[in-house]
C-alpha cells in the first residue's frame, strides 16, 4: 500500500443544495456517509428533484445549511433536519411552515422531502455551452437517495493548493466544490493528483474501501455563492477548465472540467478526521 494523505475534514450534507455540516467521525455504509443528501426539495409543478446545478432556479438554496436534529442511526428512518437561514433563523423540517418559507424563498412551490420518487429527475445546466442547455442526470443518481451519482466525493488540498497558485486572485475554498471528504496531501505531490487515482482501490483508516471511478466533473456550482461566505465567481470555472480538464468515464469519456474524484463504497465502517488514506491497488 502507499499512503495518499489524511483525512482534514469530514463534510455531510443533509438536504441536497444546502450547506453542510462538519463531522469528526463518520459511519460509511454502501450509499456513502450515513445521512448525506438524505432529504432534497422536489418542485412541486414537475416532480423533479430541486438543485442548484440549475442556478437561476434553485442557486439560493446554497446559501442555507441543513443538519441532523440528532444523529442518523442506519436502523431507523432518517431524523428531522433543521435548516439555518442567512439571518440566523433556523427552522425544522417537523416545522409545518418549512415548505412555505422554502416555497417563498425561491419563488416556486417546492416540499422538502426524505422519500427519493420511484421516477426520478435531476436537470443540470451545461455551462460550458454558451447558448442555455438543459441535461437530465436522473438515470446515473443512486438508488435510495438524493446523490448526483457516486457514494463518496473527495477533494485534495493539493488541488485547492494548483489552483491558487495558478489563479491566486480567486477564491478556491473546498467548500465551494462540496465534498464530503478533504483530503490532506500536501507531504505527498503537488498539482491535480487525485486524477491519478482513478480506477484504483483507496483505504480509509482501518476498515473503509473506496474504488475510485471519475474524476468530478464542474458545474455551474463552484461559481455560486454559498453558505459560508463563499462569494459568487464566475471565473472560477473557466481556470479549470484551461487547467484540469478531464475525460470522464460515467460520461462517456466526454472531456470536462474537474475537480476531486468519485468514490464507490467496497467496505464499510468508521472513518474520523486525521485517518490515513493509502491505495491498495
Request: aromatic residues 6%; hydrophobic residues 35%.
Amino acid at each position: 500500500m502507499t499512503d495518499l494523505g489524511t483525512i482534514q475534514k469530514i463534510l455531510r450534507y443533509a438536504v441536497k443544495s444546502m450547506g453542510g455540516e462538519l463531522l469528526n467521525e463518520a459511519k460509511i455504509i454502501e450509499g456513502g456517509i450515513l445521512g448525506d443528501r438524505g432529504y432534497a426539495l422536489i418542485d412541486q409543478s414537475n416532480g423533479k428533484v430541486v438543485s442548484a446545478k440549475m442556478p437561476k432556479l434553485w442557486g439560493s438554496l446554497l446559501e442555507l445549511q441543513a443538519e441532523f436534529e440528532t444523529p442518523p442511526l442506519t436502523s431507523e428512518t432518517l431524523p428531522a433536519v433543521v435548516i439555518r437561514w442567512s439571518d440566523g433563523t433556523l427552522v425544522s423540517s417537523n416545522d409545518e411552515t418549512v415548505n412555505d418559507r422554502l416555497s417563498q424563498m425561491v419563488g416556486r412551490k417546492v416540499k422538502l422531502t426524505n422519500i427519493r420518487p420511484e421516477n426520478i429527475s435531476l436537470e443540470r445546466l451545461d455551462p460550458l455551452e454558451e447558448e442555455e442547455t438543459i441535461l437530465d442526470i436522473g438515470d446515473i443518481m443512486m438508488e435510495g437517495r438524493f446523490s448526483d451519482y457516486a457514494a463518496i466525493h473527495l477533494v485534495t488540498t493539493s488541488s485547492i493548493n494548483k489552483l491558487h497558485s495558478i489563479d491566486p486572485e480567486r477564491s478556491y475554498a473546498p467548500g465551494r466544490f462540496r465534498p464530503n471528504l478533504i483530503i490532506d496531501t500536501e507531504k505527498f505531490g503537488e498539482g491535480f493528483i487525485e486524477n491519478d487515482w482513478v480506477g484504483k482501490i483507496i483505504r480509509l483508516g482501518s476498515d473503509v474501501r473506496l474504488k475510485i471511478t471519475d474524476p468530478t466533473p464542474r458545474c455551474a456550482i463552484p461559481t455560486l455563492a454559498q453558505q459560508g461566505g463563499i462569494g459568487k465567481d464566475p471565473k472560477v470555472l473557466k481556470t479549470i477548465v484551461k487547467h484540469n480538464s478531464q475525460p470522464v468515464p460515467v460520461l462517456d469519456n466526454e472531456v470536462l472540467p474537474c475537480v476531486g474524484v468519485y468514490g464507490f463504497v467496497l467496505k464499510s465502517g468508521q472513518i474520523k478526521t486525521n485517518d490515513t488514506i493509502s491505495i491498495e491497488y
